[in-house]
């Protein structure tokens, strides 16, 4: 894309260098001919005047009283009927430039000078503009590498932030670029992503919901036709054996479908290795903190490995580095650990500030609810996008402030391609 501009702007800074250039080029060419010939033809005028005026008073002709008005290097030449022609001054060989002017008594007065500094100047001048041509193409050709560095950045960074939505990360970006289009396409990607954000917050929360739902009332529909089996009526008993076994069906199919929602919700999810995840998705956010004083320290060691979608997971590092920034002080620690049981990362994101109120603690991750003036979206949305690549999000400590991901470790069968035995015995 920057090239092309690149080009483009070029492109049209030479064809207008070309179309303006060649004629002025022309003109100034032509000009110097014509002052020339203008200032020989007066000099020749005046000359012509005087000896008029020696013709008309039937006086010899001296020459020698018009010398003043012979240029240095030109040669006078006066011709008349039937008498030898009268010279002053002389003319080196080559070219010549001359103008005749008429006087009494049909003679002619003719003023000639060398063409080659005529010919000098002609050719300064188109130089000049040459070069005034040149200076506007360089000119251009700055003007053109900024204005192609100017649209190319912001075109690449909105590539960049459509493939992160593309990719989970909602967050929104504030970074505008000073052209009103592309400005306009960075306000539609961020409402974009609020209200993908949104959407997929409200979907697990109803798949949540839901399941939640009709599990709490299979279960009691359940213990009802326990109940009913012991009835001392054999019909009636058998009757609730026969619910019973199709209420045990649902219950089978809610699991399914449950399994296989999550499953669908996960597909997207692979093996991240946390060393190399970790600092990538924190780069932003450690020069932010150093413009406020304050530091990032990230702990991952070499070769642990968690099982997320890399998008999802990068939102949720923002989201929970975001409320660092905003509501926490000091030192911010970002820590990867093996969790306390087999299967399970956690990565732990705490900072030095005092940490969340025990009256808040039950609501921060309730949608809408915030206790510092923001739109209390973040974390409920992070803890969404954990669920939704089967880990959880937890405040594991109040003071200090400390939010806990929890991630399942990736198994063989999470790498796609890959045969794995299914003995683990060695051979």
């Known amino acids: 894309m920057r090239r092309r501009i690149l080009l483009a702007i070029l492109l049209a800074v030479a064809v207008t260098g070309a179309a303006l250039g060649i004629p002025l080029g022309i003109?100034?060419?032509?000009?110097?001919?014509?002052?020339?010939?203008?200032?020989?033809?007066?000099?020749?005028?005046?000359?012509?005047?005087?000896?008029?005026?020696?013709?008309?008073?039937?006086?010899?002709?001296?020459?020698?009283?018009?010398?003043?008005?012979?240029?240095?290097?030109?040669?006078?030449?006066?011709?008349?009927?039937?008498?030898?022609?009268?010279?002053?001054?002389?003319?080196?060989?080559?070219?010549?430039?001359?103008?005749?002017?008429?006087?009494?008594?049909?003679?002619?007065?003719?003023?000639?000078?060398?063409?080659?500094?005529?010919?000098?100047?002609?050719?300064?001048?188109?130089?000049?503009?040459?070069?005034?041509?040149?200076?506007?193409?360089?000119?251009?050709?700055?003007?053109?590498?900024?204005?192609?560095?100017r649209l190319a950045k912001p075109l690449r960074h909105v590539a960049e932030r459509a493939a992160k939505l593309g990719g989970g990360d909602f967050r929104p970006d504030d970074k505008r670029y000073g052209v009103g289009e592309l400005d306009m396409v960075a306000e539609?990607?961020?409402?974009?992503?609020?209200?993908?954000?949104?959407?997929?917050?409200?979907?697990?929360?109803?798949?949540?919901?839901?399941?939640?739902?009709?599990?709490?009332?299979?279960?009691?529909?359940?213990?009802?036709?326990?109940?009913?089996?012991?009835?001392q009526d054999t019909e009636v008993a058998d009757e609730a054996k026969a619910a019973q076994e199709q209420a045990d069906r649902l219950a089978e199919a809610l699991d399914e479908l449950l399994a296989a929602a999550r499953a669908a919700s996960e597909v997207s999810a692979e093996p991240l290795d946390l060393a190399e995840t970790l600092p990538q998705a924190t780069e932003e956010w450690r020069q932010l903190l150093r413009s406020q004083n304050r530091h990032l320290r990230l702990r991952a060691p070499e070769g642990m490995m968690?099982?997320?979608?890399?998008?999802?997971?990068?939102?949720?590092?923002?989201?929970?580095?975001?409320?660092?920034?905003?509501?926490?002080?000091?030192?911010?620690?970002?820590?990867a650990r093996r969790g306390d049981t087999d299967g399970t990362v956690v990565v732990d994101v705490t900072d030095g500030g005092t940490g969340v109120l025990d009256e808040l603690a039950p609501h921060v991750f309730e949608r809408g609810f915030s206790g510092g003036g923001s739109t209390g979206v973040g974390?409920?949305?992070?803890?969404?996008?954990?669920?939704?690549?089967?880990?959880?999000?937890?405040?594991?400590?109040?003071?200090?402030?400390?939010?806990?991901?929890?991630?399942?470790?990736?198994?063989?069968?999470?790498?796609?391609?890959?045969?794995?035995p299914s003995d683990r015995r060695p051979r």
């Open 27 to 149: 003109t100034a060419w032509q000009l110097v001919d014509n002052l020339t010939r203008e200032d020989l033809a007066s000099r020749a005028q005046q000359i012509a005047a005087t000896l008029d005026n020696e013709l008309a008073n039937a006086r010899p002709l001296d020459l020698r009283e018009v010398s003043v008005a012979v240029p240095a290097d030109g040669r006078l030449t006066v011709r008349q009927p039937e008498q030898p022609d009268l010279g002053y001054g002389a003319v080196g060989p080559g070219e010549i430039v001359f103008e005749t002017v008429p006087i009494a008594r049909q003679g002619t007065v003719e003023l000639a000078i060398p063409a080659g500094p005529l010919r000098t100047r002609q050719t300064q001048a188109t130089l000049a503009v040459v070069l005034l041509v040149v200076i506007s193409v360089g000119i251009g050709t700055v003007v053109a590498t900024v204005t192609a560095r």
């Open 188 to 231: 539609a990607l961020d409402a974009s992503g609020m209200a993908l954000a949104q959407l997929v917050q409200r979907e697990r929360q109803l798949v949540g919901d839901v399941s939640h739902q009709l599990r709490s009332r299979l279960t009691a529909l359940q213990l009802r036709l326990e109940s009913l089996t012991a009835y």
């Open 379 to 420: 974390l409920a949305l992070a803890r969404a996008l954990v669920e939704a690549d089967g880990g959880r999000l937890e405040l594991s400590s109040k003071r200090p402030a400390t939010f806990s991901i929890f991630l399942r470790v990736p198994r063989p069968v999470d790498v796609a391609g890959v045969s794995w």
């Open 306 to 335: 968690a099982r997320a979608t890399p998008g999802r997971f990068r939102e949720v590092i923002g989201v929970l580095l975001d409320n660092a920034v905003r509501h926490g002080a000091g030192t911010v620690y970002l820590t």
